[in-house]
């Protein structure tokens, strides 16, 4: 069955720090892959989003790459701001008219003034 | 902005009580999700409707059971409330193409 694999947290970083959390993907076909961030106290929300291999999804200063060859989408951020202290959640939904979105366990994230 | 609510953020209830819990979505959408967070188990789906009156079972129905009578509508029913459904109860309304999911704030349930 289809499933997400993220790296287990928690993050911990200094303000202006880079960010990689990675994220690898079992699925049948061609799936499309998205990373959700919930803030303290709130619901998910979309980030990024990618449908197809080798799209790059962007949104915030946070880029995540399609990668089809290494089943992968690493959500990526140069610069991380306190603002950015949240958990991060990658899903995927698999094609073939199934509208079910398949989550990662989420990573923790804490950035450190 | 799509906005999706849900009718309480916080509730506190007794074992065995019965314990509505509502959702309601402005965007028109076709699909309504239900889902519970657990620390360490990330979001797991109990159940979802892609149309009015109609639902199926997610990956942990048991002991839930949902109501869909109007489009915007989508509530999810503990029947009798055990003390392992203390969680946080996440909806969702949401599109095809792609499969883009709005959610709400959630509902923190504690079931004493």
């Known amino acids: 069955g289809n499933s997400v694999t993220q790296m287990e947290g928690p993050v911990t970083l200094s303000e202006e720090a880079f960010l990689t959390i990675n994220c690898t993907y079992t699925?049948?076909?061609?799936?499309?892959l998205f990373w959700y961030v919930q803030y303290p106290g709130e619901g998910l929300q979309l980030l990024l989003k990618a449908t197809k291999a080798d799209d790059k999804g962007s949104n915030k200063g946070f880029e995540a790459t399609y990668r089809k060859e290494t089943t992968s989408f690493h959500l990526e951020k140069g610069s991380v701001q306190v603002s950015d202290s949240a958990v991060y959640f990658c899903?995927?939904?698999?094609?073939?008219?199934?509208?079910?979105?398949?989550f990662g366990k989420g990573t923790k994230l804490t950035v450190n003034p | 902005d799509v906005k999706v609510t849900q009718s309480s953020r916080y509730l506190v209830k007794r074992t065995g009580e019965k314990v509505f819990l509502e959702c309601v979505q402005d965007m028109d959408h076709e699909n309504m999700f239900w889902y519970r967070q657990d620390p360490g188990l990330g979001l797991r789906l109990i159940y979802f409707?892609?149309?009015?009156?109609?639902?199926e079972k997610g990956d942990i129905p048991e002991g839930y059971s949902v109501s869909r009578e109007k489009k915007e509508r989508f509530s999810l029913i503990l029947e009798s409330a055990s003390t392992n459904q203390t969680s946080m109860y996440l909806c969702?309304?949401?599109?095809?193409?792609?499969?883009?999911?709005?959610f709400g704030p959630g509902t923190r349930l504690t079931v004493l």
């Open positions: 899903a995927l939904s698999s094609q073939g008219g199934s509208e079910k979105l398949v």
């Open positions: 699925a049948t076909g061609y799936p499309s």
């Open positions: 969702a309304s949401g599109v095809l193409d792609p499969d883009t999911q709005y």
């Open positions: 409707s892609y149309d009015v009156k109609m639902k």
